[in-house]
């Protein structure tokens, strides 16, 4: 399944290739650099404080690491071409860690359950699709594809409303996702009245009064 909302590669963001200039001899009278043992004990400060910050929600690993989005949509684009052309195990094992690194956005997960489904591993992918739609309800890729899945264990009452939520992101059916929600939510609900028909009266739900 192709990767919706493709962002720029990483590769498209500027970067100087010009060498750093050499650091200017210290003047005359000027303190002298920081010793080796503290310039390392104010890394671990520094590291330290940004630990307590993630372990408080404050900050992501992605941001700790000063990883932009642009860069993280980027090394997931990279990720999918290698899934694409047969490295799947390690494609998913990038996602993964871009998961861990940015915990709230939808498409990182949308795109890692795409990948376990298309390894036949179900149960990975609709819990990385739920996962999606925890932080992003309106990600139709992990809507539809969650539908799908849900349809396939023959489970059509929850996969009739993933359904309805999708065509309430796309009503006109402007995207392909959209017209695959449409479609599929039109043969899902004559499929649910079928077997309403079918069903004995006593097990039917009694009429609200």
């Known amino acids: ?34 010793t080796p043992g503290a310039s390392s004990a104010k890394k671990e400060a520094a590291l330290f404080k940004k630990l307590q910050q993630i372990a408080r929600h404050e900050i992501t690993w992605a ?8 860069e993280a ?13 047969g490295q799947t195990a390690r494609g998913r094992k990038i996602v993964e860690g871009l998961v861990v690194l940015n915990p709230g956005v939808g498409a990182f997960h949308a795109l ?7 390894m036949g591993d179900e149960a990975a992918a609709e819990a990385s699709y739920s996962a999606a739609l925890a932080v992003e309800p309106d990600n139709l890729a992990a809507r539809v594809n969650r539908a799908e899945m849900r349809l396939k264990a023959g489970n059509l009452g929850d996969a009739l409303d993933d359904l309805l939520a999708a065509t309430k992101i796309d009503p ?3 995207t392909p996702l959209g017209k695959r929600a449409l479609s599929l939510a039109r043969v899902t609900a004559q499929a649910l009245r079928e077997l ?14």
């Open 1 to 34: 399944m192709p990767f919706a909302n493709r962002p720029p590669l990483a590769s498209q963001i500027t970067k100087t290739t010009a060498p750093a200039p050499a650091p200017a001899a210290p003047a005359a009278g000027t303190a002298t650099a920081l």
């Open 63 to 70: 941001e700790a690491m000063d990883l932009t989005r642009s």
């Open 112 to 118: 890692l359950g795409a990948m376990a489904g298309r």
């Open 172 to 174: 006109k059916g402007k």
């Open 196 to 209: 309403l028909k079918k069903a004995p009266s006593s097990s039917r739900p009694a009429p609200r009064r």
């Open 73 to 85: 949509f980027g090394i997931a684009q990279n990720a999918y071409r290698l899934f694409e052309f």
